[in-house]
Nanobody, 125 residues
Framework: QVQLVESGGGLVQAGGSLRLSCAAS????????MGWFRQAPGKEREFVAF????????SYAESVRGRFTISRDNAKNTVYLQMNSLKPEDTAVYYC??????????????????WGQGTQVTVSS
């Protein structure tokens, strides 16, 4: 059974930091592109960050660039999202996703094949 399991979410004050993890199981994801998305109440799911299969290419949404860092450890089948200088507008459920045929930067959620269940991030002002 293929699974992506996010962890590391929680409640943090504005200006604080959190590190999200996404652990993959059921198959090897080392050849997949990986992404982080988020969805706030009443809003559509939006792209946050992307990393290529070998970590050589990353991309970020304008709203998080300079504050968030995506990374991966293929030996551990895990992807991370380090979130610094958090703002109340970062409050959302955060999802990781895997794209089997990743070519270029993938920001469209429909291009991802596997999704985690999400982890809540709440930033208080």
């Amino acid at each position: 059974q293929v699974q992506l399991v996010e962890s590391g979410g929680g409640l943090v004050q504005a200006g604080g930091s959190l590190r999200l993890s996404c652990a993959a199981s059921g198959r090897t994801f080392s050849g997949d592109a990986m992404g982080w998305f988020r969805q706030a109440p009443g809003k559509e799911r939006e792209f946050v960050a992307f990393i290529s299969w070998n970590g050589g290419r990353t991309s970020y949404a304008e709203s998080v660039r300079g504050r968030f860092t995506i990374s991966r450890d293929n030996a551990k089948n895990t992807v991370y999202l380090q979130m610094n200088s958090l703002k109340p507008e970062d409050t959302a459920v955060y999802y990781c996703a895997a794209a089997r045929l990743g070519v270029g930067v993938i920001t469209n959620p429909s291009k991802y094949d596997y999704w985690g269940q999400g982890t809540q991030v709440t930033v208080s002002s």
